[in-house]
């Protein structure tokens, strides 16, 4: 079992940044591939990044390329996505999950074993 917890969201205004974490606990943390979803009110849950392993591949949904950047500190057992150019659209309930399978297809919510509880992203126009 991982347990994930997620912190750092909040509200913040078009243009602005947030730094979200998901620290996990219960397995090693570096033999899991990560990934960050999201899910505003009424929507189905979205890709936004994930990672491999320190220094390995990395993905972006489309949407968050090139304002969003995904890494993991294993000693701290941490996820990190920082959030850049914040927009009204980025608003909703951000997830971390963990993947110790394959690591395939990481931007597909099936290819995830556990999931965090969430944490509210808000932006402001």
């Known amino acids: 079992q991982v347990q994930l917890v997620e912190s750092g969201g909040g509200l913040v205004q078009a243009g602005g940044s947030l730094r979200l974490s998901c620290v996990a606990s219960?397995?090693?943390?570096?033999?899991?591939?990560m990934g960050w979803f999201r899910q505003a009110p009424g929507k189905e849950r979205e890709f936004v990044a994930a990672?491999?392993?320190?220094?390995?591949?990395?993905y972006y949904g489309d949407s968050v390329k090139g304002r969003f950047t995904i890494s993991r500190d294993n000693a701290k057992n941490t996820l990190y996505l920082k959030t850049n150019s914040l927009k009204p659209d980025d608003t909703g309930v951000y997830y971390c999950?963990?993947?110790?399978?394959?690591?395939?297809?990481?931007?597909?919510?099936?290819?995830?074993?556990?999931w965090g509880q969430g944490t509210q992203v808000t932006v402001s126009s």
């Open positions: 219960g397995r090693t943390f570096s033999d899991y591939c």
């Open positions: 999950a963990a993947s110790g399978g394959t690591c395939l297809s990481l931007n597909q919510e099936y290819a995830y074993d556990y």
């Open positions: 990672n491999s392993w320190v220094g390995g591949p990395t």
